[in-house]
């Protein structure tokens, strides 16, 4: 996730958009302790720091659902607006966007060659 977010912020620098992050881990269903800090920990302490404006990067997820949908839309949406957070937004999923699947047949073509003969082909 680091490697992940230091490209993504070195290409927005390289675009002159300069800006501050924090990397978060939203899921924590169950009794096992989840990658921190907690999405939910990180906008109320960013909210009690002033920050106004946040834009949710999910950079884990392709496509929209009940996670994007739901809990980042707007449970997150609402706990910041009750941090003091004044505007909120969300990147949106690559879903069907025609560049990312044509980068997504070629990574499993590429792959093809070490996974031998395919279940059901």
Request: aromatic share 6%; charged share 25%; proline share 4%.
């Amino acid at each position: 996730m680091e490697e992940c977010v230091a490209l993504i912020m070195a290409e927005l620098q390289r675009r002159g958009r300069a800006n501050e992050h924090t990397l978060a881990y939203q899921s924590r269903v169950g009794p096992v302790e989840w990658l921190q800090p907690y999405t939910d920990d990180s906008i109320r302490a960013l909210g009690q720091r002033g920050v106004h404006s946040m834009l949710a990067v999910p950079i884990s997820f392709v496509s929209e659902h009940i996670e994007t949908l739901e809990e980042i839309d707007m449970e997150y949406r609402e706990l910041a607006l009750e941090s003091g957070v004044q505007r909120w937004g969300r990147v949106p999923a690559l879903n069907t966007n025609a560049r990312f699947i044509e980068d997504l047949a070629d990574a499993v073509v590429e792959a093809l060659p070490y996974v031998g003969v395919i279940a059901g082909a």
